[in-house]
């Protein structure tokens, strides 16, 4: 089930976009502002986002800046700003589309339902079995004998940069550059910490890791 996020500071706009959605078989979460959304977020990857700009806290620019720090989700901005340097900064910063308020609901869902096919089609099958582990990275999910285990968005962002390369050598700085994005590379003491998170959830021993291994000083691979 598609998961959608929608973002906006009107609770009658959010409840429109709830009730269209989950009469087509939508999973649908709403957020009345940034902080909400991006918490949100941060405990489970939606498939498309809708984002307001005119939030009361962080304003959509500033949403879509900290998501594209370390997610490339589909954000769809449904603003009611109509100035063409909105909507310019806006798709600049990495907004995938626009839509101007009010807006038809019916083309509304026909730009998720594109947002949906385009992210399913640029991005290949990709799941590792191992030991019981299984870890579906297209889809973000991971279980252990069928019993599934819950990995943040970053913790995802990683095991990804990984699991595509595995059996080989990511050196840190790389790594760090493809979760966190450039200027990071010095920030190890992040890759510390959501590494020891990963390891807990997904390795047999914790205190020995076996899938994913650090080589002090150069870098990480996943020998899973």
Same mark, same amino acid.
């Given at each position: 089930?598609? =998961? ?9 706009? *959010?409840?429109?976009?709830?009730i ?8 649908? &979460? +709403?957020?009345?502002? @940034?902080?909400s959304?991006? #918490? ?8 498309v986002?809708?984002?307001?700009? @005119?939030?009361? %806290?962080? %304003?959509?620019? +500033?949403?879509l800046?900290?998501?594209? !720090? =370390?997610? #490339? ?11 063409? %340097? ?6 600049? *910063? @990495?907004? %995938?589309? =626009?839509?101007?308020?009010? =807006? ?18 640029t &991005? ?21 004998d069928? +019993? ?6 970053? &913790?995802?962002?990683?095991v @990804?940069a990984l699991?595509?390369k ?5 050196? #840190? ?5 493809a ?35 650090? !080589? ?9």
């Amino acid at each position: 089930m598609t =998961f959608v996020l929608a973002v906006d500071d009107d609770p009658a706009i *959010l409840r429109t976009l709830g009730i269209n959605l989950r009469a087509r078989d939508y999973d649908v &979460e +709403t957020a009345g502002d @940034g902080r909400s959304a991006l #918490q949100i977020v941060d405990e489970r990857m939606p498939d498309v986002i809708l984002l307001d700009l @005119g939030l009361p %806290d962080l %304003d959509g620019i +500033t949403v879509l800046r900290r998501l594209r !720090e =370390f997610t #490339q989700v589909p954000v769809i901005v449904v603003s009611a700003r109509t100035e063409p %340097d909105d909507k310019v900064e806006a798709l600049d *910063l @990495g907004a %995938d589309d =626009f839509i101007t308020k009010p =807006f038809s609901i019916e083309e509304l869902l026909a730009r998720v339902r594109v947002m949906t096919r385009r992210a399913t089609a640029t &991005e290949p099958s990709l799941v590792v079995e191992t030991g019981g582990l299984v870890l579906d990275v297209t889809e973000s999910r991971a279980s252990r004998d069928g +019993t599934e285990i819950h990995l943040t968005p970053i &913790e995802w962002k990683i095991v @990804g940069a990984l699991v595509r390369k595995r059996g080989r050598l990511v050196r #840190q700085t790389e790594l760090l550059r493809a979760v966190w994005g450039p200027g990071y590379e010095r920030q190890s003491n992040y890759l510390r910490v959501h590494l020891a998170g990963i390891r807990r959830k997904l390795e047999p021993d914790p205190s020995q890791p076996a899938l994913f291994v650090t !080589e002090p000083g150069i870098g990480h691979r996943f020998s899973g």
